[in-house]
């Protein structure tokens, strides 16, 4: 009785033309002109056709003398079974004509033979809403958007119970491409907004994040967590920091720069497991700066202490910056005082005067006066290993060829800031404007080869250099915000001057390789021998 409804209209009945679930699953089968019902005794199963996909070859191998149709529906699949290939052929052909009409909200069902040309199958290809029901991640969600086959698959909408949204790119069920996804945060009424390109159902690739509690990472991630290189910063008054390095399964790790602006500080060096941890260097507003060895983010070892005065201490010294133990003190006006310190009386850095007179110091020898002021870091860390995550990202594109879909996800995108989004889900959207889309891989390799010429290199090399949107200038962006976070403001300290020097020139001889490696793939795609030449002036 609840089938029986005024509107709707069998069209066929497995009763007159036999037909059977292949898993037994049903005594008798339905076609009307909007669901498809497999009646297993007093209950029954329905099937909308709008959500119904019949495929001719089921991909299962069928017994002698039984011959196979898959029904296709966003959470099931089953097949159905006939004795011989002519109640297959009309099975198939009603079933096909009957979901096609229901997409078409049509009624004039044909006869059997007739409209049997071009265009009588259903589009494989669909848009529509549906509601999850069964067990899994995606249980009481809402998909919107196109499907391929019983699976989203292009442009769509997934909306959780819970506030979750994920806009943007799906690919056989699952997140895949570019996409907006918003979370809300349990204790308080905000999201966090990652924009990010996903693969095979996780954050894979480049992506920004704006979290709800002002903190904004902009980087890279593999399987929905923080990996390679990136940029955490947080803008909140209470706390302000940043972070420009390298993160390991969403923990900061490598080789990574620290700013506490509320302390005026910035540390260059290593890090594990969200600690500072080994060679460090500690550069103050002041123009303090010191070397040391950290363990879980405390100082072992001795270190070296450079003064605002020129002064230098070589040896232990305490996290106030007090000297203890065996050092070396080579004072601004010459003087160099050698033995063990001690924190008696309190005094620290303010007392220079006190350190000629302190109990313990051994000997004083001749004036040791640095012909230039001392450098830090060049030993402790090789310019080609601080920021391989930023390259390694670079070549992977080269290496792949620079197609299309992998450009962004490797080499990084623009859009505007959207922290409306944190407070409502009104805006979530997945479209960008023409200025925020990357220049298309081809017409950058074409370009590539008809500007060899040393006066037409120069002038395309200043416009791509120049660009947000162009690979090469997405690589000298990336390489100048980790330049800046490293010895600008805080840390344009003269001891770190060799430091920048070489790092500047270790950029120039990779931008020119990446330049190289685009030039030598688009002339081997026109089956042209790259030139030898390399010399990156």
């Not at 500080?265 to 941890?277: A, N, Q």
Request: contains cysteine.
């Amino acid at each position: 009785d609840v089938l029986c409804v005024p509107e709707r209209r069998l069209l066929e009945d497995s009763r007159n033309l036999p037909i059977a679930s292949g898993t037994a699953r049903s005594e008798r089968l339905l076609l009307f002109d909007d669901v498809l019902v497999l009646i297993q005794g007093n209950s029954f199963q329905s099937f909308d056709l709008k959500l119904v996909w019949v495929d001719e070859n089921c991909g299962e191998k069928s017994a002698p003398g039984s011959y196979s149709l898959r029904i296709i529906t966003p959470e099931e699949t089953f097949v159905l079974s006939t004795k011989d290939p002519q109640t297959k052929a009309v099975w198939r052909w009603k079933l096909e004509q009957a979901v096609r009409q229901a997409l078409n909200g049509k009624r004039d069902f044909p006869l059997w033979g007739r409209g049997g040309g071009e265009g009588s199958e259903a589009p494989a290809r669909r848009f529509f809403s549906y509601v999850f029901r069964t067990e899994g991640r995606l249980r009481g969600a809402t998909y919107e958007g196109e499907w391929l086959w019983g699976k989203p698959h292009g442009k769509g909408t997934l909306k959780w119970r819970d506030g979750r949204n994920h806009v943007g790119d799906f690919q056989d069920g699952l997140e895949h491409g570019f996409g907006i996804c918003l979370v809300p945060r349990r204790s308080e009424d905000r999201y966090d907004c990652y924009k990010c390109h996903w693969y095979q159902g996780k954050m894979r690739g480049y992506g920004i994040c704006e979290y709800g509690n002002d903190l904004i990472y902009k980087g890279y991630f593999k399987d929905n967590v923080r990996q390679g290189f990136g940029i955490l910063e947080n803008f909140s008054a209470e706390h302000a920091f940043k972070y420009t390095g390298h993160w390991e399964n969403d923990k900061k790790s490598g080789y990574g720069v620290w700013e506490d602006r509320e302390r005026g500080e910035r540390y260059i060096g290593m890090w594990w497991d969200d600690h500072r941890h080994g060679e460090g260097i500690v550069v103050t507003q002041s123009g303090l700066c010191y070397q040391r060895t950290f363990h879980a983010d405390k100082m072992v070892g001795s270190g070296i202490l450079l003064l605002e005065d020129d002064s230098v201490y070589e040896g232990n010294f305490t996290e106030d910056l007090t000297f203890v133990g065996k050092g070396k003190l080579s004072l601004a006006n010459g003087l160099v005082l050698v033995g063990t310190f001690s924190s008696r009386g309190g005094r620290g850095l303010g007392t220079q005067a006190g350190l000629g007179t302190q109990a313990g110091l051994s000997t004083a020898t001749e004036p040791e006066r640095p012909l230039a002021p001392m450098q830090l870091g060049l030993k402790e860390f090789p310019v080609e290993k601080r920021w391989p995550g930023i390259f390694e990202q670079f070549l992977e594109f080269l290496r792949a060829g620079c197609r299309e879909e992998m450009e962004e996800s490797c080499t990084g995108f623009h859009v505007q800031s959207s922290r409306e989004l944190r407070e409502s889900q009104e805006y979530l959207s997945c479209q960008r404007g023409a200025e925020e889309i990357s220049w298309k891989s081809e017409e950058i390799l074409e370009e590539l080869v008809r500007h060899q010429e040393p006066e037409e290199l120069q002038g395309y090399l200043e416009k791509a250099l120049g660009s947000s949107l162009h690979p090469l200038g997405k690589l000298l962006r990336a390489l100048t915000g980790a330049f800046q976070a490293t010895y600008a403001g805080i840390g344009a300290n003269r001891h770190l001057l060799a430091m920048a020097q070489d790092e500047v020139k270790f950029y120039s001889r990779k931008i020119w390789e990446f330049y190289r490696g685009l030039l030598r793939l688009a002339l081997e795609r026109e089956g042209r021998a790259p030139s030898e030449d390399a010399d990156p002036r």
